[in-house]
C-alpha cells in the first residue's frame, strides 16, 4: 500500500506562485508515474503535470510555460511549482501515483485558490 502526503497549498493573488510538494510512502517499489490533478468545482478532475521516474514530464496546455513539474526519485516526491497563478487555476490539487501492476494511488487534496 501506497500513501500520499501532499503540502503547499493556499491562498496566492493572481500572478504569484506556489509550490506543492507530495511524498510517497509505504512502498519498497519504484513508483514508475508521478503527478498531479485538479479539480475545480463544477468540472471533471483534469491532468496538470506528470512525470516519469525516467524524466520526462507531460503538461496540461493551460498550464505550459508557468507551471514546472520535478521529481526526486530517491525520496518519492514530486514537487509542482507553480508561477504566473490566475484564478482559473482554483481548484483542489491531487497528487497522483501509479506503479506498474497496481490501481493510481491519490492523495487527499490540497486546496489553491487565486484570488485578489
Known amino acids: 500500500q501506497v500513501q500520499l502526503e501532499e503540502s503547499g497549498g493556499g491562498l496566492v493573488q493572481p500572478g504569484g506562485s506556489l509550490r506543492l510538494s507530495c511524498t510517497a510512502s509505504g512502498s519498497d517499489v519504484s513508483i514508475n508515474r508521478m503527478g498531479w490533478y485538479r479539480q475545480a468545482p463544477g468540472k471533471q478532475r483534469e491532468l496538470v503535470a506528470l512525470s516519469t521516474v525516467g524524466g520526462s514530464a507531460n503538461y496540461a496546455n493551460s498550464v505550459k510555460g508557468r507551471f514546472t513539474i520535478s521529481r526526486d526519485n530517491a525520496k518519492n516526491t514530486v514537487y509542482l511549482q507553480m508561477n504566473g497563478l490566475k484564478p482559473e487555476d482554483t481548484a483542489v490539487y491531487y497528487c497522483?501515483?501509479?506503479?506498474?501492476?497496481?490501481?493510481?494511488?491519490w492523495g487527499q487534496g490540497t486546496q489553491v485558490t487565486v484570488s485578489s
Open positions: 497522483y501515483a501509479w506503479r506498474l501492476g497496481f490501481d493510481p494511488y
